[in-house]
């Protein structure tokens, strides 16, 4: 059985680990307010997805100062 000849350093190690974190989530356009939105997600702006209303967004309310 094949065996690693030199020991991975730790930099080494968790650097590839964590490469998939480095990588931001696709970001595109909601066709319908133009704004971003994570790729194959309703748009957290106006809840549309695939050209259809799947959920209400409520209206922002305003910040109360304590
Ligand atoms: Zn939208």
Redesign the pocket.
């Known amino acids: 059985m094949a065996l690693p000849k030199k020991r991975h350093s730790k930099a080494r190690v968790k650097s590839s680990r964590q490469f998939w974190r480095l990588n931001s989530p696709a970001l595109v356009r909601?066709p319908?307010?133009?704004?971003l939105?994570v790729s194959h997600h309703i748009?957290p702006?106006?809840?549309?997805y695939n050209e259809r209303k799947i959920i209400e967004i409520k209206e922002k309310k305003k910040k109360k100062k304590k």
């Open positions: 909601c319908n307010c133009g704004n939105r748009c702006n106006c809840g549309y």
